[in-house]
């Protein structure tokens, strides 16, 4: 019996822990997003997000989804109010680079919470998929390859 309850338990873990890293991420699509401490326009509003600001989103009831921010926040927002764009916030600063290498020539620095878009995913046809590092875009145009443990918000 001990050996079939560590083994579920086991499975279990492991089960979690791949879950956990198929996060579901979204952006404020709207200029003014409020975070709320409940599902409803009546409940405490937390803080004001502004646009194409990552979320994780972690539960949809009845038009509300509860997200988590970068800072590990927990609050409701409106699900209209989220789109799925793909942005990604710096968590800290962080060379970009020009191809998915430590050795790579840097294309720009990006400062902590400077938001990125994803430029390409795994999804994407010409995607270069190298493990750990993620091809985003600045809002100047620059393209280039951060690390994805520098990021949040994918």
């Given at each position: 019996?001990?050996?079939?309850?560590?083994?579920?338990?086991?499975?279990?873990?492991?089960?979690?822990?791949?879950?956990?890293?198929?996060?579901?991420?979204?952006?404020?699509?709207?200029?003014?997003?409020?975070?709320?401490?409940?599902?409803?326009?009546?409940?405490?509003?937390?803080?004001?997000?502004?646009?194409?600001?990552?979320?994780?989103?972690l539960v949809n009831v009845e038009g509300w989804t509860k997200v988590r921010d970068v800072a590990g926040t927990i609050g409701w927002m409106q699900a209209k109010s989220l789109s799925e764009r793909r942005m990604v916030v710096v968590r800290v600063a962080a060379d970009v680079r020009a191809s998915p290498e430590d050795t790579a020539p840097i294309v720009f620095r990006a400062d902590r919470d400077v938001?990125?878009?994803?430029?390409?995913?795994a999804a994407s046809p010409s995607a270069t998929t190298m493990p750990g590092w993620l091809k985003v875009r600045h809002r100047d145009g620059q393209t280039g390859f951060i690390r994805l443990a520098q990021v949040f918000g994918f």
């Open positions: 019996m001990k050996v079939r309850f560590r083994a579920a338990v086991t499975s279990g873990l492991i089960a979690a822990g791949l879950t956990a890293h198929a996060a579901d991420f979204r952006v404020t699509s709207d200029a003014a997003t409020v975070l709320y401490d409940a599902p409803s326009a009546r409940a405490r509003p937390l803080f004001v997000y502004g646009r194409d600001v990552p979320v994780e989103a938001l990125l878009e994803v430029a390409e995913t």
